[in-house]
């Protein structure tokens, strides 16, 4: 699965030397990127990160298909409730590749796949809502947490748990499959003395890094999306971002690119896919670039504060609202294009009766449009001297979706190296967690609770 990366705007000959990178700079990282590729094959053969190995594991796709063989038979809908690395890559894909209308379409049309919703927040509103719209006895729930103890899921859980066993009675476990650790945590304990049905995430993968596991493989199985392509996609991708040598390696080169970027005050990531169908894979990187690579100590343990920030933008829509500052604005982003060669379907655009000075538009087509459009904002952002780059897909497909998220998973575990950051922790989530146990009553975080008290009390507070 071929994806392009045109990256010529990103560079010195095009932007100057002051915001564009130079040959020699790219090339004094080699020492760099060959010690990083050498530790990373190191890791990989002790068996540190299982992630590479996923698309080409048999075992657990087959085990997923037949498990959703077996739910699609039974239900209608089926509901995940996680967050982050347990939800961001089902959106992302099920955006990708089912249409927008999939959820309102009869089974068969479907291609006899579920209506698939996802709870990623315990907004009530949000929750309720969408119970409101489903039958409890034609509903399964996929419990997705790697933990097994993420406060948002098990409250989802506890309220589904409810919801369901009011209406169904003694048979409410068969609604709900328990996807986590394959040997900790309170879901997978809960599995094994309820007899709930499982799924394991393989250890060693983490949360973001896990959309190939049953976490995005069995929801997105169950609305009907072929998942052996999209792993296929995924593998036909692994010889190119395993490639020693960084300036034939996408994933290596895209790294070292927004890391010299980051050096030289780029400090903002943009990822702008001009596509609606390609619009939320810009949610689940935010996840994956933001946690990996913002971080406060180095490996060496030295205070850094270091990170790029990721922003989602949308082609066109965005253009109507950010494309302004990224234009004129402070030089501190680089925006990668995330664009189809095939739209898979185009509409001609029709002479607009009695309108003057629309008659130009006649005879094109909204693809050419949205590329034109593209191209015209690339090239405009390139004469301000903003970097950008575009990644090409030849169409939206699970294969090149499988092929894209793959060299990003690795371009980002690389890019871990060159920021010389551990890219599979996330500590400071972690932190930020405490106040909330406190305030819940959770045991043991009662000084936390008094901590929580003295800072609060701080504040101030303005009533409008
Ligand atoms: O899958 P879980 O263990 O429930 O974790 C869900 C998410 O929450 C955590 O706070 C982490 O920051 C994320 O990396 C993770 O994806």
Same mark, same amino acid.
């Given at each position: 699965m071929s994806i392009g990366f045109d990256y010529?705007?990103?560079m010195a000959s095009v932007l100057g030397p002051e915001r564009g990178i130079s040959e020699a700079e790219l090339e004094g990282l080699r020492p760099r990127a060959e010690a990083i590729h050498r530790d990373l094959l190191v890791r990989r053969e002790e068996g540190f990160l299982p992630f590479y190995e996923l698309p080409f594991d048999k075992g657990p796709v087959d085990a997923v298909l037949t498990l959703a063989g077996e739910l699609c038979r039974q239900f209608e809908n089926v509901v995940v409730l996680g967050i982050g690395g347990s939800a961001l890559g089902t959106l992302a894909l099920f955006r990708a590749l089912c249409p927008l209308h999939h959820n309102f379409l009869p089974r068969k049309e479907r291609g006899g796949g579920l209506r698939l919703f996802v709870l990623?927040?315990?907004?009530p509103v949000g929750v309720s809502e969408t119970l409101d719209l489903l039958a409890p006895a034609e509903t399964v729930f996929l419990v997705i947490s790697?933990? &097994?103890?993420?406060v948002e899921t098990m409250s989802q859980f506890s309220i589904a748990l409810d919801w369901v066993s009011r209406s169904v009675g003694t048979s409410f476990r068969d609604h709900f499959v328990l996807v986590t650790d394959p040997v900790s945590g309170a879901l997978r304990k809960l599995a094994a003395d309820e007899g709930y049905r499982s799924c394991s995430i393989p250890e060693g993968v983490g949360g973001r890094f896990s959309l190939f596991t049953p976490v995005g493989l069995l929801p997105l199985a169950l609305a009907g999306v072929d998942i052996r392509a999209l792993l296929a996609g995924a593998a036909s991708m692994a010889e190119r971002v395993t490639l020693e040598n960084f300036r034939e390696n996408p994933a290596y080169l895209n790294a070292a690119l927004q890391y010299l970027a980051y050096g030289k005050g780029l400090r903002i990531s943009v990822m702008m896919p001009y596509s609606d169908r390609l619009r939320d894979l810009a949610d689940w990187f935010r996840q994956l670039w933001a946690e990996s690579? &913002?971080?406060?100590?180095?490996l060496q343990g030295n205070l850094v504060h270091v990170g790029p920030t990721p922003v989602k933008a949308l082609g066109t829509t965005d253009q109507h609202s950010q494309v302004q500052l990224y234009m004129?604005?402070?030089?501190d982003k680089v925006v990668t294009f995330l664009s189809p060669d095939d739209y898979g379907c185009d509409l001609a655009i029709p002479s607009l009766a009695g309108a003057s000075g629309l008659a130009y538009l006649e005879g094109h087509t909204l693809a050419e449009l949205i590329r034109c459009e593209q191209q015209a904002t690339a090239v405009t952002l390139t004469q301000n001297g903003r970097a950008n780059c575009t990644l090409s897909l030849p169409a939206v497909t699970p294969e090149s979706v499988g092929a894209l998220i793959y060299m990003l998973e690795i371009q980002t575990l690389f890019a871990g190296g060159l920021f010389g950051?551990?890219?599979?922790?996330?500590p400071g989530v972690e932190e930020g967690k405490d106040f909330t146990y406190a305030l819940m009553g959770r045991p043991g975080y009662e000084e936390k609770k008094e901590e929580f008290s003295r800072a609060f009390q701080r504040q101030s507070r303005y009533l409008l």
């Amino acid at each position: 699965m071929s994806i392009g990366f045109d990256y010529t705007n990103m560079m010195a000959s095009v932007l100057g030397p002051e915001r564009g990178i130079s040959e020699a700079e790219l090339e004094g990282l080699r020492p760099r990127a060959e010690a990083i590729h050498r530790d990373l094959l190191v890791r990989r053969e002790e068996g540190f990160l299982p992630f590479y190995e996923l698309p080409f594991d048999k075992g657990p796709v087959d085990a997923v298909l037949t498990l959703a063989g077996e739910l699609c038979r039974q239900f209608e809908n089926v509901v995940v409730l996680g967050i982050g690395g347990s939800a961001l890559g089902t959106l992302a894909l099920f955006r990708a590749l089912c249409p927008l209308h999939h959820n309102f379409l009869p089974r068969k049309e479907r291609g006899g796949g579920l209506r698939l919703f996802v709870l990623d927040n315990v907004d009530p509103v949000g929750v309720s809502e969408t119970l409101d719209l489903l039958a409890p006895a034609e509903t399964v729930f996929l419990v997705i947490s790697k933990s &097994g103890s993420t406060v948002e899921t098990m409250s989802q859980f506890s309220i589904a748990l409810d919801w369901v066993s009011r209406s169904v009675g003694t048979s409410f476990r068969d609604h709900f499959v328990l996807v986590t650790d394959p040997v900790s945590g309170a879901l997978r304990k809960l599995a094994a003395d309820e007899g709930y049905r499982s799924c394991s995430i393989p250890e060693g993968v983490g949360g973001r890094f896990s959309l190939f596991t049953p976490v995005g493989l069995l929801p997105l199985a169950l609305a009907g999306v072929d998942i052996r392509a999209l792993l296929a996609g995924a593998a036909s991708m692994a010889e190119r971002v395993t490639l020693e040598n960084f300036r034939e390696n996408p994933a290596y080169l895209n790294a070292a690119l927004q890391y010299l970027a980051y050096g030289k005050g780029l400090r903002i990531s943009v990822m702008m896919p001009y596509s609606d169908r390609l619009r939320d894979l810009a949610d689940w990187f935010r996840q994956l670039w933001a946690e990996s690579l &913002g971080k406060k100590v180095d490996l060496q343990g030295n205070l850094v504060h270091v990170g790029p920030t990721p922003v989602k933008a949308l082609g066109t829509t965005d253009q109507h609202s950010q494309v302004q500052l990224y234009m004129e604005g402070p030089f501190d982003k680089v925006v990668t294009f995330l664009s189809p060669d095939d739209y898979g379907c185009d509409l001609a655009i029709p002479s607009l009766a009695g309108a003057s000075g629309l008659a130009y538009l006649e005879g094109h087509t909204l693809a050419e449009l949205i590329r034109c459009e593209q191209q015209a904002t690339a090239v405009t952002l390139t004469q301000n001297g903003r970097a950008n780059c575009t990644l090409s897909l030849p169409a939206v497909t699970p294969e090149s979706v499988g092929a894209l998220i793959y060299m990003l998973e690795i371009q980002t575990l690389f890019a871990g190296g060159l920021f010389g950051v551990n890219p599979l922790d996330q500590p400071g989530v972690e932190e930020g967690k405490d106040f909330t146990y406190a305030l819940m009553g959770r045991p043991g975080y009662e000084e936390k609770k008094e901590e929580f008290s003295r800072a609060f009390q701080r504040q101030s507070r303005y009533l409008l």
